[in-house]
């Protein structure tokens, strides 16, 4: 096989890969989710609990904000020229 065929090869497995670990995490964080909000309930009861879990929710947008696709600049002058 060509160097570009195993490239391209490698990507796609990596990239199912990374799917997997993404889904199986996101499906942890739910599953994990449900016992935390149970204790904050019991440690801080419900207003504070609605608090905490309120600025949890508010981190998801500068985190969210983390995840974007930045290209390298390898990449950006790779496709100027396409």
């Known amino acids: 096989m060509d160097a570009l065929c195993r490239h391209t090869l490698l990507i796609i497995v990596l990239g199912s890969l990374a799917m997997g670990i993404v889904s199986a995490a996101g499906s942890f964080g739910q599953f994990a989710m449900l016992p935390g909000t149970l204790g904050l309930l019991e440690w801080l009861r419900w207003?504070?609990?609605?608090?905490?879990m309120g600025g949890l929710a508010a981190l998801m947008v500068p985190l969210g904000g983390m995840l974007r696709d930045r290209p390298s600049p390898r990449q950006a002058n790779a496709e100027a020229k396409a």
């Open 47 to 52: 207003s504070a609990a609605l608090l905490v």
